[in-house]
C-alpha cells in the first residue's frame, strides 16, 4: 500500500514539472539565439531593375536604412498595407531612408504596373520575375513578408504578415536618429 503525505504529494508534483521547465527554459535559449542571430545576419546584396527600368542594387543603400517588402497585387493583406509603407516611406524619406517593394515572381507584369500606377506609389518597385530576391532573402514565400535593414546592412526585423506600424515607425526613428 503506498501511502503519499502531503510532503510526498508536493515534491512528486515538483518533479513532475521539471522536464516542463527544462523544455520552456531550452525554447527561451533558442528564440533568444535565433533573434541575435537574425539581428546580426547581413541583408543579401541583389540587384534588379525597377518596373519602370530604374537599377537597383542593395549594397549600395548600405549607409542608410531600408525596407524590403514582398507582397502581391493578389494579396488581401498586401493591398491593405501599402497605404501604411507609402506613409511609411514618405515619412522617413527626406532623412536617408528607402523603401524597395518586390512583387513576387508568379505575379503578372499588367497588375504590377496598374498597382503602382493607380496608386502612386513613390518607392522602388522590383518584378521579382526569376525569384532571385525571394531566394536571397531566404526564399520568401509568404506574402507580405518585410524586412528592415539598418545602415550597417544588417537585417533588424523580420516581418510576416502585415508590421506592426507604430512599432516600426518607433524602430525607424532610432535607427534614423
Not at 506574402?143 to 508590421?163: A, L
Request: net charge positive; proline share 6%; glycine share 6%.
Amino acid at each position: 500500500m503506498n501511502i503519499r503525505t502531503p510532503l510526498s504529494s508536493a515534491r512528486a508534483v515538483g518533479a513532475s514539472k521539471l522536464p516542463l521547465l527544462a523544455v520552456l527554459l531550452m525554447l527561451a535559449v533558442i528564440a533568444l539565439g535565433a533573434a541575435f542571430m537574425l539581428r546580426s545576419q547581413p541583408a543579401p546584396a541583389v540587384v534588379g531593375q525597377t518596373i519602370s527600368g530604374e537599377a537597383v542594387n542593395t549594397a549600395a543603400l548600405k549607409g542608410r536604412p531600408y525596407l524590403v517588402n514582398f507582397w502581391a497585387t493578389s494579396c488581401v493583406t498586401c493591398v491593405k498595407e501599402m497605404p501604411d509603407l507609402i506613409a511609411i516611406h514618405k515619412e522617413f524619406a527626406a532623412k536617408g531612408f528607402n523603401t524597395i517593394a518586390v512583387a513576387m515572381s508568379y505575379d503578372r507584369p499588367d497588375y504590377i504596373a496598374t498597382f503602382v500606377k493607380d496608386r502612386e506609389l513613390p518607392f522602388l518597385v522590383v518584378h521579382d520575375r526569376d525569384g532571385a530576391w525571394a531566394k536571397a532573402y531566404g526564399d520568401v514565400a509568404v506574402t507580405p513578408t518585410t524586412f528592415v535593414v539598418d545602415r550597417d546592412g544588417k537585417i533588424v526585423k523580420r516581418y510576416v504578415g502585415e508590421p506592426n506600424f507604430s512599432e516600426l515607425r518607433k524602430l525607424l526613428s532610432r535607427e534614423l536618429s
